[in-house]
């Protein structure tokens, strides 16, 4: 790898390094469950781990029950048994979706990330009875959440190249070395089966426009076959109602304060933010701002086209919202194909949670 | 209209002419049909339905043949009733069809998303499952959340929609003689994906 190539992927690495410390501790109830007492032995009652932001808690919890829960039971001499598809995370009250990314959900739930002030340790609670079907999916084991990935990562695939080939031509070898490469969080492992999948830099210069001048026609139509028909973009926005079964009628506060120009919902004190809350948007987004071969589409023409905001002018979402992915506040002006080359999560999907500030 | 693909716009068109032309034999079917919009504007359509038993299907079903009286065991549970699937049909921005998300309530409450158990209750043809099993990445039913409302359902993969629809039901009104408009996209698309998770449309006249 030449320094430039290093270079390159500096931003990438840093973004799989990143990891968010958590502090567990068992839920009261399975306590008195498992060992008759709703306080647990030293030194169980806290557990401490470091894991990935771009990670996934199915792959965390069998490590959980290894180092915890195992020598837990076995101190106590409790014939009780917990299984890894028992496991489910809360965080103040919610239980969290174990197959969002744990960095979105950081994202998501803790507040203040914007203003360098947020949480950390990141304190949970452990479940290990009683999974809430209606509002988490259930049995979250190993498997199905290899399966569920596999799904976005073809989705991801579908929205660059209008086609699943590159995915569905992997290898049986190669798809089992992306998967452990993300479950066992090795750098090395995952990208070398990621970079099959998309080629890196696809974007030949993904900070200025593609100069029409440059380079031989057929080196610009070999740049030309590799760049992405479009990138697959989530928005979760935070919104002030909940969304309920068939009959939501809150709009994005976010949204609603860029059309009216009245500020409304979150202000002040950060509330609890609420994953029912979010509202989950997704559109491919071209690099190229409409009609044009050369001016570079930004995140905040993302969240336009994701949110049918035609009217070119309304930019107040950028006053009024901050864009965190990462934990970064990511600015409202970044061009989607730097986001794309550099702050994917593995899924190859660009998460961004949109909260008001 | 560029089939077999769809922009929302269409989409919804197409959901309203569905509605127009099969409500009233849904309904007398038995099926509850409703048009939904999302906070944002964004619309799908549920239909709903009480699971039947297989056996009922064929014929009424007689006590004496349940077998086993295991209060848990699927046949007893579609006999006792009040178990009901849920079909939403959801537009994709990525993929530019329908999807369809399904989940079987039972009467307790309880939401199934356990793919075995739902294709047995409602997927009669065991070819059909054999193929949905042998997708890849865990067979033809995913499970996810519900893009608009955000909690888990049961979905039938999109990827190879499109295809099927290209393959099966001929655009070209000149060749056939049979055209897919927006007034026939989403029952052929239902024809096509219901039958994986017993959704079936009464027939109807042509006129």
Request: net charge negative; hydrophobic share 40%.
């Amino acid at each position: 790898m030449d320094y430039r190539e290093a270079e390159q992927r500096a931003p990438l690495k840093r973004v799989w390094k990143g990891m968010i410390p958590i502090e567990l501790q068992l839920a009261a109830s399975d306590a008195i469950e498992l060992l008759a007492s709703a306080v647990l032995p030293e030194p169980f009652q806290t557990f401490y781990m470091l894991i990935p932001r771009v990670g996934y808690l199915p792959f965390i919890s069998p490590k959980i029950k290894e180092r915890w829960l195992d020598p837990m039971l076995a101190l106590a001499r409790s014939d009780q048994e917990i299984k890894e598809s028992d496991i489910w995370f809360e965080y103040k009250g919610q239980a969290l979706k174990w197959h969002y990314p744990i960095g979105l959900l950081y994202d998501m739930l803790v507040t203040d990330i914007h203003k360098g002030d947020a949480e950390l340790p990141w304190s949970l609670t452990l479940h290990v009875r009683k999974l809430p079907t209606a509002k988490v999916i259930a049995q979250p084991h190993g498997q199905l959440m290899r399966d569920m990935f596999m799904a976005m990562i073809k989705e991801a695939d579908f929205t660059r190249n209008g086609s699943t080939k590159r995915v569905m031509d992997l290898a049986k070898s190669d798809q089992m070395q992306l998967l452990d490469g993300l479950e066992s969080h090795t750098y090395e492992k995952y990208f070398a089966i990621h970079s099959i999948l998309i080629p890196p830099s696809t974007f030949a210069d993904t900070r200025a426009p593609v100069s029409s001048s440059s380079t031989a026609s057929s080196a610009q139509k070999n740049r030309a076959a590799m760049v992405p028909k479009a990138i697959p973009v989530r928005f979760y926005m935070q919104t002030a109602g909940s969304l309920d079964d068939g009959a939501a009628k809150d709009a994005p506060t976010g949204a609603t304060a860029s059309t009216t120009g009245a500020s409304s919902g979150n202000t002040g004190a950060a509330k609890q933010a609420d994953i029912t809350q979010f509202h989950v948007s997704q559109v491919p987004i071209p690099l190229y701002r409409e009609g044009s071969t050369s001016e570079l589409a930004t995140l905040a023409d993302a969240f336009k086209l994701c949110y049918g905001i035609t009217d070119q002018t309304n930019d107040a979402f950028v006053t009024n919202c901050v864009c965190i992915s990462h934990g970064v506040c990511v600015p409202w002006e970044s061009p989607i194909s730097w986001l794309a080359e550099h702050f994917f999560y593995a899924d190859c999907f660009l998460h961004m949670v949109v909260i008001s500030v | 209209m560029d089939y077999p693909y769809l922009t929302r716009k269409e989409f919804d068109v197409c959901v309203e002419l569905f509605v127009a032309r099969y409500r009233s034999a849904l309904e007398d079917s038995g099926a509850r049909v409703e048009q939904r919009t999302s906070s944002t504007g964004r619309q799908y359509l549920v239909l709903q339905r009480a699971v039947y038993s297989k056996q009922a299907v064929s014929g009424p079903v007689h006590e004496e043949d349940i077998e086993d009286d295991d209060p848990t065991s699927p046949v007893f549970e579609r006999i006792a009733g009040g178990a009901h699937i849920e079909y939403h049909t959801v537009y994709s921005t990525t993929w530019r069809v329908p999807v369809l998300y399904v989940r079987v309530v039972t009467s307790t409450g309880e939401v199934v998303l356990d793919g075995e158990r739902v294709c047995d209750m409602v997927t009669e043809d065991s070819a059909i499952r054999l193929a949905m099993a042998a997708v890849p990445f865990g067979g033809a039913l995913g499970v996810g959340d519900h893009p608009e409302l955000g909690v888990p359902f049961m979905y039938l993969h999109p990827c190879h929609t499109a295809k099927l629809l290209s393959a099966v039901v001929a655009p070209d009104q000149e060749e056939t003689g049979v055209s897919v408009g927006p007034d026939r996209y989403l029952a052929a698309w239902m024809s096509l994906s219901g039958a994986a998770v017993g959704l079936s449309l009464p027939s109807i006249g042509y006129y």
